[in-house]
């Protein structure tokens, strides 16, 4: 299917949630925090970044910055247990490539669902209407 980035720095979730995209045919590429993360796309072609707003060593933030420089049409989704209005802020505003900010907990059924969905709307309607559609719809919910 499609060649993922995974950068998030809680073991147990990283195993977990690439284990349940594998399981469903994608390639993913582990990484541990933002460096890792912005390493692997250099070296490996990857079709979305998934990241974790706040990594040791470089946060997910950062990483989305350099990402939007050096792949300017690399996708990437926040996945992040802090929902709040100004972290969902700070991650549409890191790069243009922020196409969604997913919020913990989900199920991992419910996560590759939501994955899947979002690699096939880019490929339909393009990275920038999905983005716009779902930057409108976190940025309205008031916290």
């Known amino acids: 299917m499609s060649n993922l980035l995974y950068a998030e720095d ?10 349940a995209l594998r399981q469903n045919g994608h390639a993913v590429f582990e990484a ?7 390493q692997i796309v250099r070296e ?21 910055r350099i990402l939007a420089r050096e792949k ?8 992040s247990a802090r929902g709040l209005h100004r972290e969902i802020k700070m991650a549409f505003a890191s790069s243009p ?7 913990k907990p989900i199920s991992p059924l ?3 669902s939501r994955v899947n969905h979002i690699l096939e709307e ?3 309607r393009g990275i920038d209407a999905v983005r716009t559609e779902n930057m ?8």
């Open 97 to 103: 490539m922020v196409i969604d900010y997913l919020v």
């Open 44 to 64: 490996e072609p990857i079709d979305l970044a998934i990241l974790d707003a706040r990594m040791p060593m470089m946060t997910g933030y950062e990483a989305a």
């Open 110 to 112: 419910d996560f590759v």
């Open 32 to 38: 541990l925090n933002g460096a890792q993360a912005v």
């Open 10 to 19: 809680d073991r147990d979730c990283r195993e977990l949630f690439a284990f």
């Open 136 to 143: 409108s719809k976190e940025l309205l919910i008031q916290w």
């Open 72 to 79: 300017p049409d690399l996708p990437i989704v926040f996945f």
């Open 122 to 124: 880019c490929r339909i």
